[in-house]
């Protein structure tokens, strides 16, 4: 049998067998496919799949190498091939073992209820802590393939003795992008933003999408997206509606005539208030707030438990509140009055003629 034959078996073989062990463990888990809802095993099975199925093979094609008939240099260059693959696909599966454990938190702390002020702390601190960990995953990757090699072991082992000068050079050069991570870091420990915090920034209302280690996504009301760069939080102010909680105080303002009558325009406040889901049932106010010259200013107060559902109870209240006073007390709504003397016209009249 030719030796490229053989060797050609042999490399089959090793990724038959790494296949076929793989599937024995995806057959052993595929229960756990069936089941509905979140499983550990359901999610250590989805994601770890894709990196054991080039793990595998790899692993037993290592094992072998020593059955291939080539020379000694060519058994070199596949052991350095191998070893590089390895690395690159092990980091590959700490990564997806990262996620495992995102999907795990991520179920076990949904931001799907109104009172979520927990799960916007955990789940800010555990995107950034994946970004980071991904990040310095790759890193080592990176560098565990360059020093596999001997020629680039002899450039770093020459590169220690100008680290000195060589660190002050790259602390200069990098100066911003070392503020943005320290900024990211000094964000995901004390919190003054979270994911899914509602914020006012630049005059913009809208939710923090995304922290990574560089800059902010704002999901802004209409779908655009404001991108900020992550340490403009730690230098710049700005409005957090959910720092503390994410229940809210709305105002409705109304301009009327004097001669409204309160009482009645407070029972129809009340009553809207308790029709609608929208309020949650803690603060309710109505009060006369100003007085000018023909018109007074009606400040009506309720609360809400997020930012989202006070914007729509306001506007509940506003139009309701209006169309009430238009069909019960037309003669409420503002008006521009004017005196004038009848008899003191006509003698001035007869003056001047």
Known sequence: ???YVWNLMVLMVAFLMGSIIKQLILKAGSYYKKTDGFSFIKS??????????????????????????LGPVFIKI????VEIAFIIVFAYLLINIINIIQDFILHSYSLQKDDNLRERRILTQLQFIRKFFVAFIILLTIAAVLFSFEGMRKIGAGLLTGVGIGGIIIGFAAQKSLGNLLAGFQIAFTQPIRIDDVLVVENEWGKVEEITLTYVVLHIWDHRRLIL??????????QNWTRTSSDILGTVFI????????????????????????????????????????????????????????????????????????????????????SFNAESEISQTEKAS
């Open 1 to 3: 049998m030719p030796d």
């Open 44 to 69: 250590a099975l989805r994601y770890a799949s894709k990196p054991l199925s080039l793990l595998l093979p790899i692993f037993v094609f290592n094992l072998m190498i020593p059955l291939l008939k």
């Open 255 to 338: 301009y009327t005539d004097y001669n409204i009558p309160l009482d009645a325009l407070r029972e129809e406040f009340i009553r809207l208030l308790n029709q609608t889901k929208l309020w949650d049932k803690k603060v309710q106010v109505i009060q006369v707030t100003d007085a000018k010259e023909q018109t007074i200013e009606i400040r009506a107060l309720m609360s809400a438990s997020n930012s989202s559902k006070a914007f729509d109870l306001r506007c509940y209240i506003r139009e309701n509140l209006i169309d009430f006073i238009q069909k019960n007390f037309p003669d409420s709504l503002p008006k521009l009055r004017a």
């Open 229 to 238: 760069p992550i340490n403009y939080f730690i230098e710049k102010p700005f």
């Open 78 to 81: 596949i052991h350095k091939s």
